[in-house]
């Protein structure tokens, strides 16, 4: 299946703690670059390191990683 994204809340959780992508990255042993990557949804991460991800925010990684866009803040799923 072409066009694959991982849609993430990275910068989200980056900007709640006020962690730099640069720490995110050292924290994680990865290039920072990779953050912004993963942020802009270029590129995919691993199984081993969205589980990576997930242990250093310390949530479940179906809180930070999705296959559908997660709804924006402020707007409610219609019930």
Sequence with gaps: ???EV???RIAMLRAERGISRRQLADG???HY???G???RGEYSPSLFLALK???YFEVAVEVIFSTEPFPRLGERSAS
């Design 1 to 3: 299946m072409s066009g």
């Design 6 to 8: 991982v849609h993430n």
């Design 28 to 30: 994680l042993g990865v």
């Design 33 to 35: 670059q990779t953050i």
């Design 37 to 39: 990557y993963l942020e």
């Design 53 to 55: 991800i997930a242990e």
